[in-house]
């Protein structure tokens, strides 16, 4: 489970969120690319945008779905 104390600090501001437990294995992006992108040093990802419709929401689970560090969070 994601830990929402150890947020990536790039993430937009809102209930979804990738922690630093990331590690960086793109699986995420293959789902949300239009929502998650490369933190600064491109050692993780975070996400840039938060998901507006259902879509991008659906987008957004699907990510954490398939996240195998379980860094991906919503708070809401």
């Not at 995420?28 to 996400?47: K, Q």
């Amino acid at each position: 489970m994601a830990d929402k104390l150890n947020k990536q600090s790039e993430n937009a501001e809102g209930p979804w969120y990738v922690d630093t437990s990331c590690a960086l294995c793109r699986l995420c992006l293959e789902e949300a690319s239009n929502l998650l992108t490369y933190n600064r040093d491109e050692t993780a990802v975070h996400f840039s945008k938060q998901p507006e419709t259902p879509e991008e929401t659906d987008a957004a689970q699907r990510a954490m779905d398939v996240c195998p560090t379980l860094a991906i969070g919503n708070d809401g």
